[in-house]
Nanobody
């Protein structure tokens, strides 16, 4: 079983920065695609950024130019560096992993990010 734990969520002013960290256990990140999803109250959970083992990344339009996703397979961590935060970035951020061999999905418990304008 894959276990994902997020950390780094906080309350910040618009224009500020945060770094979210997802730590995985029970798996090898090289065999997974990792991502960060965001869910705001009353809205659907949406993909913010994703990264595969080879380093290829994908970002939501709202995140491009402001967010950077990276991974450290040795440490089994995935980070999301968020800059120039906007109020619309507010939500619960969930770490996601997909095992590329089994195609199974795993989710963390989420970490709250609140951006005040």
């Amino acid at each position: 079983q894959v276990q994902l734990v997020e950390s780094g969520g906080d309350s910040v002013q618009a224009g500020g920065s945060l770094r979210l960290t997802c730590t995985a256990s029970g798996n090898k990140l090289r065999m997974t695609a990792m991502g960060w999803y965001r869910q705001a109250p009353g809205k659907q959970r949406e993909l913010v950024a994703a990264i595969i083992s080879g380093g290829n990344t994908n970002y939501a339009d709202s995140a491009k130019g402001r967010f950077t996703i990276s991974r450290d397979n040795a440490k089994k961590t995935v980070t999301l560096q968020m800059e120039s935060l906007l109020a619309e970035d507010t939500g619960v951020y969930y770490c996601h992993a997909r095992n590329l061999n089994t195609m199974r999905d795993y989710w963390g418990q989420g970490t709250q990010v609140t951006v005040s304008s």
